[in-house]
């Protein structure tokens, strides 16, 4: 499976941006995904998770209420939808396919590239 990232970018202190992961190689309709994302000096941290259906979703609580993450499997697509972003969202976001075990979801070995994105105060 291969994934790619897109829709980073610069942008204000409560501005928004979606990020897309679009994937290829695997019938991307049967994985759970994830975006994941590591600022400088911290570890990668799970930022959403999504199911093979799109019907279970979860988020850290940094994010919740600000992040949307939703899929279309018709287009091998899965996207996070940010809004009201803030300094500490800053980071580079990777998508990730992996699966789940009862509601936590387990990383594959298999990442994007990412995509930075920079939010400014």
């Known amino acids: 499976v291969h994934l790619v990232e897109s829709g980073g970018g610069l942008v204000q202190a409560g501005g928004s941006l979606r990020l897309s992961c679009a994937a290829s190689?695997?019938?991307?309709?049967?994985?759970?995904r994830a975006w994941y994302r590591q600022a400088p000096g911290k570890q990668r941290e799970l930022v959403a998770s999504?199911?093979?259906?799109?019907?279970?979703?979860d988020y850290a609580d940094s994010v919740k209420g600000r992040f949307t993450i939703f899929r279309d499997n018709a287009k091998n697509t899965m996207y996070l939808q940010m809004r009201s972003l803030k300094p500490e969202d800053t980071a580079v976001y990777h998508c990730?396919?992996?699966?789940?075990?009862?509601?936590?979801?387990?990383?594959?070995?298999?990442w994007g590239q990412g995509t930075q994105v920079t939010v400014s105060s």
């Open positions: 990730n396919a992996g699966y789940y075990s009862g509601t936590v979801y387990y990383p594959s070995p298999t």
């Open positions: 190689g695997h019938d991307f309709s049967i994985t759970a």
């Open positions: 999504i199911t093979s259906g799109g019907g279970g979703t």
